[in-house]
């Protein structure tokens, strides 16, 4: 009795200890949220990082009716969770584009006389082929000793062994073309959806105007959805980068979508809405060149590539190195500070924007030297940066046969059904601001040099 009396006093005081260290736990939780929540609001979200002195949040939570400049109705002024929607709307571009890629590209290809060149297909070698799965890469001086070695055949077959399977796995000219002709869509109804929307408005035609009233400046619906389209745009090719076509300079791509999505994050947080919907508006006037001249490229038609190519080149300098430092760079750093002092946000903005025009100017300079090239020389002999993905470096002939040494003819055989059924194999580089801005063209022989 003793006994039975001891344990069940013990259950009960471990019953009545659990239940009252249950809520202890969970208030802790509640209270190490709320600490964090606290800490986003004193460091992430404190106003004086995102406003003007005496402004602040709750300043700019009231809906007002407004007339003129945000159109006639109702307007709003931007909360940072006016941009949750982006994500959900990147995933929709994304299945957007699959469908118009497969419904509507893949078809006009077809009509516009895209042609995929046919590649050399390399033996199944096990060996070879595990070694490529393992590294992915291909192999040093050591290893190709090793593997000449292991498979019994010349570092010579070995090259041309995994050239040819380097090839197998380059894009096709249909596939660069159904995602030119996506970014083309995008792009022309981009800039007229944007150019409708803000002809009208003063700042369009005055940048003094982008800060009057500033940062109580509220946004018409048409504004919003253009910031909110753009953005969930930038945000889908952040997240295809990896599975798009490779190009030689695929870093400085996920640095550009990177610093894209801050730059107009950051500008919708802080307001600097007139701003960002005329530089959003400005880099959209050359990318639609730019996507039309890699589809008639990839296409063939080259006088129609070449008369794009101008156009865009024209548009691009004008745009990025004239009017972008001259009126937006120069508005943001000199013209806004006669209607407010500097503060944290103000230098972060101009900051992303000197960024964004050093891109610019590094961009600007391959395509004069294209330009130079093709003018005094008649043809660009090489792309700096072609359309081939990153680590194609090497433009060897990959029509030859099989090379024959030793015994190794019978493994090996010759090379069979070789051929480039694509006469055009002229590359047209493509980067833009807020998209893969500059877009050279290459115009390399069809076909492969005699050895």
Partial sequence: MARSFVSTEMLSHAIITSTTQAPLSSNRRVKSACSMEGLLNDWLWHQAYWFPPGIGWKDMEVDMEVEGDVGQGRARYPMPRDLLVTLPLALCFIALRCVFERIIALPLSTRLGVKDRIWTEAPSIPRLEAFCKQNNRQPSQSELVGL???CGLSQRQIQTWFRHRRNRQRPSNTRKFCEASWRFVFYLVAFTAGLASLIDTKWFWDTRECWNGYPKQPVAEAHYWYYIMELGFYLSLLLCVSVDVKRKDFKEQI??????IFLIGFSYCANFLRVGTLVMLLHD???????????????GWRKTCDILFVLFSVVFLVTRLVIFPGRMIYSTMVESLDYFDPFPGYFFLNALLLVLQALHIFWAYLILRMIHKFVFQGKVEKDERSDEE???DDEEDDEEEWPEEGGDEGCWGRSEGKGAMNSKSASLADHCVLNNLTHRRSSNSPWPKAR
């Fill in 255 to 260: 640095v550009h979508h990177i610093a894209t």
């Fill in 390 to 392: 990153s680590g194609d």
């Fill in 285 to 299: 006037s050359s990318d639609f060149f730019l996507e039309s001249a890699k589809m008639f490229n990839y296409a």
């Fill in 148 to 150: 000449a070695r292991q």
